[in-house]
């Protein structure tokens, strides 16, 4: 199987085609018998960058779909305060759940789940070669999902020190308690979010793999050249099946 069939498509479909097309196989694994029980790994609330909400939101209504409007930003869906604590003192963990999860301890979002879903494993087929390449794909696709939530927010009309902030509302410093006076208003799209987020979508559909390879500059490339490298040492590459 290539890369590509195990990503969402906003991230396939703008990844070199080097890079889409290396060989992986995780088909021994099932995460639905997940021996963690039925929240799995998704403990979590993950990051949804701008220019997805739109499509979430589409797969919501009623107090779900306001429930999940409250907690966005302009760079998109964030964890609220209290889940960070709670989330990074570990032994609390077992009694969080992903939002996005099911009763049945399915993904809802599955076919938009963001990078950090996406590329996480538990255990790889390849071993610790494997782990490191998923390691260097989560790396490369968190980087292209902050980097153009970021680019939007410029384009539609916010400055760098607005993303800036909205960027350390995403992640709290380690013992960091919750402060109302850091949380990053909506400037300039307060009666008109689901707009916004409409827009956002739009603008990243029409974004080639080219357009986004200049947005987000060496930066982009250096981690695209570590993902390789990697993938040249695990043993999908070595196979007499692989495409490397």
């Known amino acids: ?50 220019f997805e909400v739109h499509r979430v939101l589409q797969e919501f209504e009623g107090k779900e779909r306001l429930s999940i409007l409250s907690q966005t930003l302009p760079i998109g869906i964030v964890a609220p305060h209290a889940f960070q604590a709670k989330h990074r003192e570990t032994s609390h963990r077992a009694g969080l759940r992903c939002p996005y999860l099911s009763d049945e ?63 350390e509302f995403i992640v709290l410093d380690q013992g960091e308690k919750p402060n109302a006076a850091k949380v990053p208003r909506w400037a300039h799209h307060a009666d008109s979010i689901e707009v916004y987020f409409e827009r956002a979508w739009q603008w990243a559909e029409e974004l080639s793999r080219e357009d986004v390879s200049k947005l987000l500059g060496a930066s982009h490339e250096r981690l695209l050249a570590k993902v390789k490298s990697v993938h040249a040492l695990t043993s999908w590459a070595m196979s007499p099946t692989g495409k490397e």
């Not at 694994?29 to 021996?35: G, Q």
């Open 1 to 50: 199987m290539e890369l590509t069939s195990w990503l969402p498509r906003h991230l396939a479909r703008i990844l070199p085609s080097e890079i889409g097309q290396m060989t992986v196989d995780e088909s021994q694994l099932d995460c639905l018998n997940c021996v963690q029980g039925d929240a799995k790994c998704c403990t979590f609330w993950p990051f949804i960058p701008n």
């Open 105 to 167: 301890g399915r993904c809802r979002i599955w076919k938009i789940r963001p990078a950090e879903c996406a590329t996480y494993f538990c255990r790889s087929q390849a071993g610790e070669q494997g782990m490191q390449f998923w390691r260097e794909v989560n790396q490369l696709t968190h980087f292209i999902e902050f980097g153009l939530a970021q680019q939007w927010m410029i384009e539609a009309g916010y400055r760098w020190s607005e993303v800036a902030t909205n960027l």
